[in-house]
């Protein structure tokens, strides 16, 4: 079965060091996002993507965060300067279309220190 | 603005006892809503999911859930939950256009011997 593939599973780094979290949607599917998940917390919307654009936001995908889909196949989150909040479990999620279902990744797990 | 609400935020059943989790929704339109489980430090498996049709939807795992449009609701149920349904369970509802999910502040289960 497709899946969607998220690296590293564990990323740990120093508070201010940029740091690139990496996804492979699933091949055929147009519309990407990231999810994040503060430990113990509900999983809140980043953003959404398609057309090789930002699609929507929310208040959290501040001037700090960028994503990216370098070529054909991954689908990149890029903390700039990261902070000791933005420590969390980052989903990835992709879907065909919107009125089809979101197949999401296990998750990369930010720790900022 | 859509949003989702899980009255619960945990839940302990006997094994082979059933189970319902309730969740009710806030959305201007024709709703998509999703159930999810994670597992601790686990990724979202999607139990299932109503997108038009028959209001009454049957998942993974023995799991059911029904539409109810008058209520806002759409409440997951079990008729016999098993040890390993212990985790947390997360309703969601879709957006129709841009596609993202916003979800509800999640069930943790505890499933007694």
């Known amino acids: 079965e497709p899946e969607v593939t998220q690296t590293p599973s564990h990323q740990v780094t120093q508070m201010g060091q940029e740091v690139i979290l990496r996804c492979v949607p699933i091949?055929?599917?147009?519309?990407f996002y990231w999810y994040r998940q503060i430990l113990g917390q509900k999983v809140e919307f980043l953003v959404s993507?398609?057309?090789?654009?930002?699609?929507?936001k929310s208040e959290i995908f501040d001037d700090q965060f960028s994503v990216e889909r370098p070529d054909g196949s991954n689908f990149t989150l890029k903390i700039r300067s990261t902070k000791l909040e933005d420590s969390a479990m980052y989903f990835c999620?992709?879907?065909?279309?919107?009125?089809?279902?979101?197949?999401f990744g296990q998750g990369t797990r930010l720790t900022v220190v | 603005a859509q949003s989702v609400t899980q009255p619960d935020i945990h839940i302990t059943v006997s094994e082979g006892a059933s189970l319902e989790l309730r969740c009710n929704y806030s959305?201007?339109?024709?709703?998509?809503l999703f159930w999810y489980v994670q597992s601790p430090g686990q990724g979202l498996q999607l139990l299932l999911k109503?997108?038009?049709?028959?209001?009454l939807v049957q998942g993974i795992k023995g799991f059911e859930a029904e539409f109810k449009r008058s209520q806002s609701s759409f409440n997951l149920r079990k008729p016999s939950v098993h040890w390993s349904d212990a985790a947390e369970y997360f309703c969601?509802?879709?957006?129709?256009?841009?596609?993202?999910?916003?979800f509800g502040d999640g069930t943790t289960l505890t499933v007694k011997p």
């Open positions: 999620a992709s879907r065909l279309d919107p009125r089809s279902e979101a197949f």
């Open positions: 091949s055929n599917h147009l519309y």
């Open positions: 993507f398609y057309n090789n654009e930002i699609s929507e």
């Open positions: 959305y201007g339109a024709t709703p998509y």
């Open positions: 109503y997108f038009s049709g028959d209001t």
């Open positions: 969601a509802v879709g957006n129709t256009n841009a596609g993202k999910s916003t």
